[in-house]
């Protein structure tokens, strides 16, 4: 390929430096697969894939085909166009929030562009299998997804419009699905591999797809927006999911009695701690949220954050959020910064209470009296208050310990390009997938669900491999794998032979600009 007949349409072409240093993109991947003409930007968060560019999509597309097939997956195409009818049946559709691109046709008739497609793979696979002698198998598809990102931003890494690999497989039993699991987690493990990506395997959280079991596979880079726990004992996980161990506190001290303290016009944890010369360690922290429209306070220790996807989990909530100052004092009679559990269960208004595991090794501890400007000290539980259930609830930060070993956790920064998920029944119940097992008994079909986000895996392989020059593409990506430069192209014997290098590359079948 000529160099001037290949589209490579760089920076340096004046109408093209439109939009590629904009603040929001300010990210190497972006500016580097702008101003090499990999890609443009149509609007924010839609981008078109230049020549350049495909060639690398492509790559990774076609590497990621030949793991796939080796496991024995059949690809299809599913249509990018949803209706309604089948969101509402899994339930998601008054659930799956503003990031669903929702349209209506000439009829009036509802249907979304499509983020992901449990629903139209389920729906599918029920109309076609009758016997547990079709199952298992994986079906899976390169498609384009949509999602009305609030702020779409890093160029291709979390845009509007995305090239997704997503694979469905269809089992038995749990058992097979766990098999299944595994060739798919073996199968990602390969693909990364092959092209050219240091990556980490992290246990993660469901989010809005479901299931109960999932790994996310991390490119390691600085850049990366997930944060990533991990210990030198094999335990990793994204901080949205990692446990952490808080050490006891073993001191000596023995219990006070309770007093109410004044502490006028001081709310936040800083003032007060300030105010009584304590460390936020020895506060709890009371946080009131609605969760599905009830009341739940949340106790934390003062110096640690609530990690509200936890939060979610464990109360099996789909609709989660901090009460508002105004809902606090309408519904308790008390203002944000004065909460505290200490005679809750008298309070009119039957409240949840809900403690991280922390709370249970305070001792002489400082919370609020559930009046305005004033606190307790020297609270203890049992003895001042009761909780019925100690969850882990937290974000784990630096300093805190693994929970299977102990040994103190390390910190790093990834990218997500690829998340698998054992999903159990969640959609085959929902959407009617069905099979007759050898005794004639209907069973409900065991799913998982597999995706890689393609375009992203060609961003971060860029955040993983450059440097001043700009990106060094692992021999597996790279649009072409040589380069031939004729130094003259006015000597015409020069010419010829550097025509006849590039035809006899091209011959043994290398990719030569």
């Not at 597309?61 to 209706?83: D, H, S, T, W, Y």
């Not at 882990?392 to 310990?401: C, F, S, T, W, Y």
């Not at 999903?423 to 097992?437: F, R, V």
């Amino acid at each position: 390929m000529r160099y001037s007949k290949a589209f490579i349409q760089t920076k340096a072409s004046p109408k093209n430096v439109q939009d590629i240093d904009k603040k929001d993109d300010e990210i190497v991947s972006y500016q580097l697969m702008a101003r090499s003409g990999m890609i443009r930007k149509l609007a924010s968060g839609i981008y078109e894939w230049l020549p350049l560019g495909l060639k690398v999509l492509q790559k990774v597309e076609n590497i990621i085909r030949q793991e796939m097939n080796k496991k024995g997956c059949l690809e299809v195409l599913l249509p990018a166009l949803q209706p309604k009818e089948l969101w509402e049946k899994s339930g998601r559709w008054g659930i799956y929030g503003k990031e669903l691109v929702r349209l209506k046709d000439r009829n009036d008739r509802e249907f979304c562009l499509g983020p992901t497609h449990e629903e139209i793979v389920t729906n599918m696979v029920a109309n076609q299998i009758n016997s547990y002698r079709e199952l298992p198998f994986i079906l899976y598809q390169f498609q384009t997804k949509f999602r009305d990102e609030i702020r779409p931003r890093f160029g291709v890494m979390r845009s509007r419009e995305f090239l997704m690999k997503d694979a469905y497989s269809f089992d038995k039993t749990d058992k097979d699905a766990t098999k299944s699991y595994q060739d798919m987690y073996d199968a990602y493990s390969n693909i990364f591999k092959n092209c050219g990506l240091k990556f980490v395997i992290v246990e993660a959280d469901s989010g809005a797809i479901g299931g109960n079991f999932s790994h996310e596979f991390m490119v390691l880079a600085e850049t990366g927006e997930s944060s990533i726990a991990s210990c030198e004992c094999g335990y990793a996980a994204n901080t949205e999911k990692a446990l952490g161990y808080i050490s006891k506190n073993n001191n000596a001290e023995l219990e006070k009695i309770m007093e109410k303290v004044e502490t006028k016009n001081r709310k936040s944890i800083e003032d007060v701690s300030s105010f009584l010369s304590q460390n936020p360690e020895k506060f709890i922290k009371s946080l009131v949220y609605i969760c599905d429209g009830k009341l739940v306070m949340v106790l934390v220790r003062g110096d640690r954050e609530i990690n509200e996807i936890k939060l979610a989990n464990h109360l099996k909530s789909t609709d989660l959020r901090l009460a508002t100052n105004k809902e606090i004092l309408e519904k308790l009679g008390v203002e944000i910064g004065f909460l505290g559990p200490i005679g809750m269960d008298k309070n009119k208004i039957k409240i949840k209470i809900v403690a991280d595991e922390s709370i249970k090794y305070l001792k002489n501890a400082i919370t609020g009296a559930n009046k305005k400007d004033f606190h307790f000290v020297n609270v203890n539980l049992n003895r001042d208050f009761k909780i019925a259930e100690f969850v882990d609830l937290v974000l784990v930060k630096e300093g805190d310990n693994c929970k299977k070993c102990g040994k103190t956790l390390n910190f790093s920064r990834g990218i997500e390009v690829g998340h698998i998920f054992k999903l159990g029944t969640k959609y085959s119940k929902t959407m009617g997938a069905e099979y007759l097992d050898a005794d004639g008994q209907k069973k409900e079909i065991v799913m998982g669900c597999y995706g890689i986000g393609v375009s992203r895996v060609v961003a971060a392989t860029i955040e993983q491999n450059n440097d001043e020059k700009g990106i060094i593409w692992p021999f597996s990506l790279s649009p072409y794998q040589i380069g031939v430069i004729c130094l003259d192209i006015k000597n015409e014997e020069l010419f010829k032979i550097a025509q006849n290098i590039h035809d006899k590359l091209e011959k043994a079948g290398y990719e030569v600009l």
